[in-house]
């Protein structure tokens, strides 16, 4: 495929098509960035909430507890608390994660690493952002509904999630949101897929790619296949709740009968496990490329870390099984699934050898994004571990709903994919802002939050192995788990120290951007083509097209004479 | 058709062509993933049910669905003979087809209501409307870009823009008819 130059833009001139409206996939990234930083606040804010209630039931939270829940003195109310787990949930992943990951660094990152001036459709770049706003503000729209928000969990399986389960507007308007958020990342991933194979630089091959961009490119295609089956999904379920049909009620609850709940269990989960990796490819992109820059050498097998995002891409189509097996599956399916969630394994731990290989022996640079990679490694080293445990149908029977899956999905989803986002905003601050933020602070936020998190996690796992089930709004009514109230308490002070840390982020990210301290194009001296121009990066981005001759890992190499890395953009040195 | 060049650059407006067939080339993709799931959810009911139709309902004529078929595959038809001769004349008659086809949808509804069969009466009824009106929205965006092409046809300024235009809608409106064969096929003959 050949790539093709695209002309110069006028540089935009009024407020409005600057930065509200703007074509610039610099400045549509950015756009992102801020409205996922803000559901992260959201959805952080109502997971506080959460823990308080379930460390301290029956108490009031302080100052936040008053002004929310005035009716029941601050006390969250056991329906207010259904919500707020799904809100949370929902938010997280499809609010916050997705618009960071995806929309921001893969806006932001896609032509800049393949050296193109634009995405190949701005337009649609553009609408892709505005119309994941509307489907922002139909989500938050349930929050003020008479009978609140959707309440049935983020999976919301029928028939919780059907007019019997939760009768209130706010679950069309979630159903609704996800359908709007869906068109949304449809018309991105279309965008990133063919910008990704048609507009690389001349001589960039697809592995002569920083691995980031094989990330976002696996998670654009994975988008672009299973964003419609949850569509298809919310499509019946919203005719179920508003037009009266019974796709998803069986029995004695349809009064016409024929309707089957486990339906929407399985499209939901053929959506929602490549799902999981459409949110923790990207991060694995940036964290494998990360870790190449600041130990300074050559990704180890980067080919193969390229061809392991292909093979985990395809895997992950085929085992959403292993979410249901409780579902009285025929045992050949769910020994169907097993193996094939377990040949995950395979891929996933060449994946950590390469990590591991790249570090190894390597002069590392300790700085704030490079914490944040290694971080990556360890919890989602801890959280794939913990899944094989899920993917065996004989410990999932008993652990199944509990907080153990809490745990895990957090490590890995949550845990991993927030730290690699961390990382990437470190890492490219300079080039989105034209500045640095302080690396002090970078490194006690990563401290704290990485002591934070992983008590809240470990300790979810330590509650669930105890028996402590997921959603339950008082867990200690009953009797045998009384004994998890002090484990409860502890994740409950890691989950506000956590919390806390992030303040440190917000006012680092915000001062270093108010400060406005400009910093040179290539502070942290690496060659991908992104460092190659100024900083913050230039409207048009490259004034001439760059013309690649090597990799994006060259670094350390013997032959280099007065740096220690080289430019993609020259003849690879050799000794 | 752009040649393949690697590591050469090519003028923009060429491969823009291109590049704009791929990106509906994954639209479309997607967009049958949505009908695939639909007709997962379809055959799962079918074939968990004892009888089908179930519930006692019988199968509805298939008069209008047929009259449907018909119109729908001359339309795609005659947009076949306008991506190659590029005569306006067919063009007027694809999109009039096309009005057709939606005007035959209308009284396959209609028929469906003097049978009694509305959107909450049994899953068979349910199925059929959720199909018919999922596929009818589309035809509707379709109809709309179909009047953009005429539109585009009468002011061809942008030969590049218009290539590309006529490309697109002429996938979606193929890929549209495709679908409404297999939903022929599947929910009304057999």
């Known amino acids: 495929m050949a790539s093709f130059e695209q002309h110069i833009h006028d540089k935009p001139t009024t407020f409005i098509s600057k930065y509200i409206f703007s074509f610039d996939h610099k400045v549509i990234g950015k756009q992102y960035l801020w409205y996922g930083i803000f559901f992260l606040l959201v959805g952080g804010l109502m997971a506080l909430l959460i823990r308080w209630t379930l460390a301290f039931p029956g108490h009031a939270m302080p100052i936040v507890g008053h002004l929310l829940f005035p009716a029941t003195n601050g006390v969250v109310p056991p329906d207010s608390y259904a919500m707020l787990f799904t809100m949370h949930g929902t938010i997280m992943i499809f609010f916050a994660i997705t618009p960071i990951l995806i929309g921001a660094f893969g806006n932001f990152c896609i032509p800049l690493m393949i050296g193109a001036r634009d995405m190949v459709f701005p337009s649609l770049n553009m609408m892709s952002f505005w119309v994941a706003v509307v489907s922002g503000l139909l989500l938050l729209a349930g929050l003020i509904t008479p009978l609140g928000a959707a309440a049935g969990g983020w999976t919301s399986y029928p028939t919780l999630s059907t007019l019997l389960g939760s009768p209130g507007v706010g679950q069309t308007l979630w159903t609704m ?255 989105m802002f034209g500045v640095l933020m302080n690396e002090f602070w970078g490194k006690v936020h990563f401290w704290l939050s990485f002591l934070g998190l992983n008590g809240v996690f470990m300790g979810m796992m330590l509650a669930g192995y105890g028996g402590m089930h997921r959603r339950l709004y008082d867990p200690f009514v009953y009797e045998f788990l009384q004994k998890l109230i002090p484990v409860n308490t502890f994740i409950t002070y890691s989950s506000l120290l956590m919390g806390g840390a992030q303040v440190i982020f917000v006012i680092n990210f915000i001062y270093s951007i108010v400060k406005n301290k400009k910093v040179e194009d290539n502070p942290w001296e690496v060659g991908t083509l992104e460092w190659t121009i100024p900083s913050p990066a230039p409207h048009y981005n490259f004034k001439e097209i760059p013309v690649v001759k090597c990799g994006p890992h060259e670094l350390g190499n013997p032959a280099l004479k007065d740096r220690d890395f080289q430019y993609q953009t020259e003849e690879l040195v050799r000794g | 058709m752009v040649p393949e060049m690697a590591g050469e650059i090519l003028v923009e407006k060429e491969a823009r062509v291109h590049a704009s067939g791929l990106a509906m080339t994954i639209v479309l993709i997607s967009f049958s993933m949505l009908f695939a799931t639909m007709f997962m959810g379809y055959f799962l009911f079918r074939v968990n049910a004892p009888v089908w139709p179930p519930l006692g309902m019988e199968k509805i004529n298939v008069f209008w669905p047929t009259i449907s078929t018909v119109t729908i595959l001359i339309s795609s038809l005659f947009y076949i003979l306008f991506e190659k001769k590029r005569t306006l004349g067919h063009l007027y008659i694809c999109s009039a087809f096309g009005v057709i086809f939606m005007i035959s949808q209308l009284n396959l509804w209609g028929f469906l209501k003097t049978e009694g069969y509305y959107l909450s009466t049994g899953i068979y009824a349910s199925l059929i409307y959720s199909f018919t009106w999922t596929h009818a929205a589309h035809i509707i965006l379709a109809l709309v870009l179909l009047g953009y092409v005429i539109f585009k046809v009468n002011r061809p300024h942008d030969k590049v823009r218009f290539e590309i235009i006529i490309n697109s809608v002429g996938k979606f409106w193929h890929f549209l008819g495709l679908v409404w064969i297999l939903m022929y096929l599947t929910l009304f003959i057999f």
Not at chain 1, 407 to 428: D, E, P, R
């Open chain 1, 177 to 431: 949101s996800i359908f709007v958020l869906g068109i949304s990342s449809l018309m991105g991933a279309v965008n990133y897929i063919t910008t990704i194979i048609v507009l690389r630089a001349p001589g960039m091959g697809y592995f002569d790619m920083p691995l980031t961009i094989w990330g976002v490119w696996m998670t654009s295609i994975l988008n672009a296949i299973f964003i419609p089956v949850l569509g298809a999904g919310c499509l019946l379920l919203i005719f179920d709740r508003v037009f009266g049909t019974t796709f998803f009620l069986a029995g004695a609850t349809a009064t016409q009968g024929g309707g089957d709940p486990l339906l929407f269990q399985h499209v939901f989960w053929i959506f929602g496990h490549p799902e999981v990796y459409i949110l923790i490819l990207p991060g694995w992109g940036i964290v494998s490329d990360l870790l190449s820059f600041f130990a300074r050498k050559p990704a180890f097998g980067a080919k193969a870390t390229a061809m392991c995002m292909v093979s985990i891409t395809v895997l992950s189509t085929v085992v959403y099984g292993h979410h249901m097996f409780t579902t009285q599956m025929s045992p050949l399916l769910t020994q169907t699934f097993m193996t094939l969630t377990m040949t995950i394994s395979i891929p996933s731990a060449i994946f950590f050898v390469n990590w591991l290989g790249t570090l190894w022996k390597g002069s590392i640079r300790f700085t704030s994004p490079m914490l944040f990679s290694i971080g990556v490694i360890f919890v989602f080293g801890l959280g794939g571990l913990t899944g094989l445990y899920l993917a065996t149908v004989t410990t999932d029977l008993y652990l199944h709903d509990t907080y153990f899956v809490v745990g895990h999905f957090h490590y890995t989803m949550a845990a991993s994919v927030l730290l690699a986002g961390f990382a990437g905003i470190y890492f490219w601050m300079p080039k």
